[in-house]
């Protein structure tokens, strides 16, 4: 119950394209859903992040939507450049009540932007 | 900007040694974590630490693991008694609050490639 799955495993776009990256959860407590990016040799770094309590969420060419019944989100990454290339993990956490929740990462999408 | 910085950044070890992953987490935040992933795995939640104790272990996290504040930069994760399946980069994070919300972001360090010989 605590998984997050994450598809497809990689992604290949041209530039100016859109990536697209979807994840499920489980855990009907989780409430609050981050995304990370990690480029080879670095760690994950926080991208965006969404609550249920809005079904999208967009800064600047990344967009979170999010699905509360079906239990289900994604990244939409629009006009994809070079630079987006990386590896990029959802995550779910619980997030209320003020003690430090863990982060449930899914297995993470290797995303190639090509020139 | 304020960074998490984990050292060493590779460790290369026998099996059955001990080993010290160090971090020193952002230093206004309280709330410390260590994740692991194995190679070309997903990241796993090993241990929380906040107020100079665990908050919460997933199952990973056996008596073969501690972790420890030392002093007031320092976090540091040792493993006991190291086996080969414990190969993978471990990552140290931080955060200012410890729920979900915007203020609670955690913040990886590059990680310690660990090999276990």
């Known amino acids: 119950q605590q998984q997050v799955k994450q598809s497809p495993q990689s992604l290949i776009v041209q530039k100016g394209g859109i990536s697209i990256i979807n994840c499920a959860y489980e855990?009907?407590?989780?409430?609050?859903f981050p995304w990370y990016q990690q480029f080879p040799g670095k760690g994950p770094a926080l991208l965006i992040a969404i609550r249920p309590d809005v079904s999208e969420k967009k800064e600047g060419r990344f967009t979170i939507s999010f699905n509360k019944s079906a239990k289900q989100f994604s990244l939409h990454i629009m006009d994809s450049q070079p630079g987006d290339s990386a590896t990029y993990f959802c995550?779910?956490?619980?997030?209320?009540?003020?003690?430090?929740?863990?982060?449930?990462f899914g297995k993470g999408t290797l995303l190639t932007v090509n020139p | 900007e304020p960074e998490v910085t984990q050292t060493p950044s590779h460790q290369v070890t026998q099996m059955g040694q001990e080993v010290i992953l160090r971090c020193v987490p952002i230093?206004?935040?309280?709330?410390f974590y260590w994740y692991r992933q194995i190679l070309g795995q997903k990241v796993e939640f090993l241990v929380s630490f906040y107020n100079n104790e665990i908050s919460e272990k997933s199952e990973i996290f056996d008596d073969q693991f501690s972790v420890e504040r030392p002093d007031g930069s320092n976090f540091t994760l040792k493993i006991r008694s190291t086996k080969l399946e414990d190969s993978a980069m471990y990552f140290c994070?931080?955060?200012?609050?410890?729920?979900?919300?915007?203020?609670?972001?955690?913040?990886f360090g590059p990680g310690t490639r660990l090999t276990v010989l």
């Open positions: 230093s206004n935040h309280l709330y």
């Open positions: 855990n009907t407590a989780f409430d609050y």
């Open positions: 994070a931080s955060s200012t609050g410890g729920g979900g919300g915007s203020t609670d972001t955690q913040y």
């Open positions: 995550a779910a956490s619980r997030g209320s009540g003020g003690s430090n929740y863990k982060l449930t």
